[in-house]
C-alpha cells in the first residue's frame, strides 16, 4: 500500500480481510502459534529498521510539542523491543481460545447440544501513539482467529508501518494470508471514518485505544459495534488500618513506576490528614506535583472538582481526605470511570466490602494499580482494557476475541 489509500482500497481491504479470516477460522491452533512465533522472530532480526523510524517519528513528536506521556508510550528502544517480541512468544503459549466447549447438555427430544468458542470475525483496531499495539493487537486477534485492519494514528505509523511489515513475514512464513493482519498506512481522519462505517459490513468489532477524543468518536459514529477502552480514573484508597510502609510502597508505585500509562493511580484517598500529608511529602521528593482537598503543606496546590474528573497521564496526582470507607467509595462512583480502583487496609472486612461495593472493571485490594495490564493478568498481552459491561470487561486478551454457536446434533430428530 501507499499513503495514498483511497476508499476503494479500504473496501478492498475489508473485503480481503473477511477472505483471510475463513482461513484462520479453518486453521489449527498449531499453526496460528506459529504464525505468532515467526512474527516474534521477524521482529527481533528487523529491531534495528524499527528503531530508526520510531526514531523520526520521535523527533517529529517533539517538533510537535507532544506530551511527555504520549512520547513515553511512542519511546522504543531494545529493550522494549525485546518485550514486544517477548509478549508474543507469550500470546503463542497460551491455550487455543477457539473450540472450546463453554456447555454441553442433552434436552429431551434427544438433539444434544454443544456451545463453543469461534472467532468474531473481522476486527478493526484504531489507536494512537502506541506501535506496541501494532504487534499486540495482530497477535491477539490471530490467536483467536480474527483478521484485523490496523489503523495507527500519525504519531506513531513509521513505527507502525515497520513493525507491521516485520509481522506480514511472520504470516508468509507460516503459510497463512498476509492479509489476516493488514495496516492503513494513510493517516488522513477520512479512513477512520470508512472503518466506522463498517467497510461494506465486512468488520464486526471496531476497538479504539486512545485518548478521550478518539474513543468518543468511535463511540458516536460506528455503525458497528464497538469495544472501548476509556479513561483511567484511578483511585488508591489508603484505609485507616493499612500498614503505613505498604501504604507508602504501593501509592509511590501506583503513580511514578510510569505515569503515561492507563493504570496509574490518578487521585489518592486517605482516611486521615496526617497519612495525607505524608504521602502528599514523599511524592512532592519525588517530582510529582500534589493538588490536596482536606489539608494543605508546602509545594502543595488546593484540589478542585475539575482536578478530580482529569486523567493526568503525568506526575500531578490528587490526595483528598475522605471520612471514612462510604466516603471513598462514593468518590470513587463519582469520579472514577470504571477502570481499575484499589484499597490498602489491613481490615480483611473494609476490604471485602470495598472489592464488592466499587464498581469497577478491576478492584485491587493491597496492590498497585499499576498491575492493570493483560500481561500481568496472564494473557500474555492486551487488546485494551475494556470499561464497559458487556461482552469483555478489563484487559481483553485472545481469548475474549471470540464469540460462540450452538452446535445441534440428532439423529433424524423432528419436532412435533
Known amino acids: 500500500m501507499t499513503d495514498m489509500t483511497d476508499m476503494t ?37 528487523g529491531q534495528d529498521a524499527i528503531l530508526a523510524k520510531n526514531a523520526k517519528d520521535m523527533h517529529r513528536g517533539r517538533g510537535k510539542g507532544l506530551s511527555g506521556a504520549m512520547l513515553d508510550r511512542l519511546a522504543l528502544d531494545p529493550d522494549r523491543i525485546a518485550g514486544i517480541a517477548n509478549s508474543l512468544d507469550s500470546i503463542a503459549e497460551l491455550p487455543d481460545p477457539l473450540g472450546r466447549t463453554l456447555e454441553e447438555w442433552t434436552q429431551p427430544s434427544g438433539l444434544r447440544f454443544t456451545k463453543t468458542t469461534v472467532p468474531i470475525g473481522v476486527i478493526g483496531m484504531i489507536y494512537e501513539s502506541r506501535p506496541n499495539v501494532t504487534a499486540d493487537a495482530g497477535a491477539l486477534c490471530v490467536k483467536a482467529g480474527n483478521a484485523v485492519i490496523l489503523r495507527s494514528g500519525s504519531e506513531a505509523i513509521r513505527s507502525s508501518r515497520a513493525m507491521y511489515r516485520e509481522m506480514a513475514k511472520g504470516l508468509v512464513e507460516a503459510g497463512l494470508p498476509a492479509s489476516a493482519i493488514q495496516l492503513v498506512e494513510d493517516t488522513d481522519r477520512a479512513h477512520v471514518g470508512a472503518m466506522l462505517g463498517g467497510l461494506d459490513k465486512t468488520l464486526d468489532l471496531i476497538i479504539p485505544r486512545g485518548g478521550k477524543g478518539l474513543v468518543e468518536r468511535v463511540q458516536r459514529e460506528a455503525r458497528v459495534p464497538v469495544l472501548a477502552h476509556l479513561d483511567g480514573l484511578n483511585h488508591t484508597y489508603v484505609h485507616e488500618s493499612a500498614d503505613a510502609d505498604m501504604a507508602r510502597e504501593v501509592v509511590r508505585n501506583a503513580k511514578l513506576r510510569r505515569t503515561g500509562v492507563c493504570g496509574a493511580t490518578e487521585t489518592v484517598l486517605c482516611d486521615n490528614a496526617d497519612m495525607a500529608r505524608a504521602l502528599a511529602t514523599l511524592l512532592l521528593a519525588e517530582g510529582c506535583e500534589v493538588r490536596a482537598d482536606g489539608f494543605a503543606g508546602p509545594g502543595m496546590t488546593a484540589a478542585t472538582q475539575a482536578d478530580f474528573a482529569t ?40 476490604a471485602a466490602r470495598f472489592l464488592a461495593a466499587v464498581d469497577a472493571a478491576i478492584v485491587m485490594h493491597n496492590a498497585s494499580t499499576q498491575f492493570a495490564d493483560g500481561g500481568e ?17 478489563g484487559p481483553v486478551g485472545a481469548q475474549h476475541l471470540v464469540t460462540h454457536k450452538y452446535l445441534v446434533r440428532g439423529d433424524g430428530t423432528i419436532r412435533v
Not at 23 to 33: E, F, H, M, P, Q
Not at 313 to 332: E, K, M, Q, R, T
Open 311 to 350: 486523567e493526568y497521564l503525568a506526575p500531578i496526582v490528587n490526595i483528598a481526605v475522605v471520612d471514612g470507607l462510604d466516603a471513598a467509595i462514593a468518590h470513587i462512583a463519582r469520579y472514577g470511570s470504571g477502570h481499575t480502583e484499589a484499597i490498602i487496609a489491613e481490615d480483611a472486612e473494609v
Open 9 to 45: 482500497d479500504m473496501m478492498e481491504m475489508g473485503r480481503a480481510a473477511r477472505s483471510a479470516g475463513q482461513v484462520l477460522r479453518l486453521s489449527s491452533g498449531t499453526v496460528r502459534d506459529g504464525a505468532i512465533r515467526a512474527m516474534a522472530k521477524a521482529i527481533r532480526a
Open 377 to 393: 493478568f496472564g494473557f500474555g498481552a492486551e487488546i485494551g482494557i475494556s470499561t464497559g459491561r458487556l461482552h469483555a470487561r
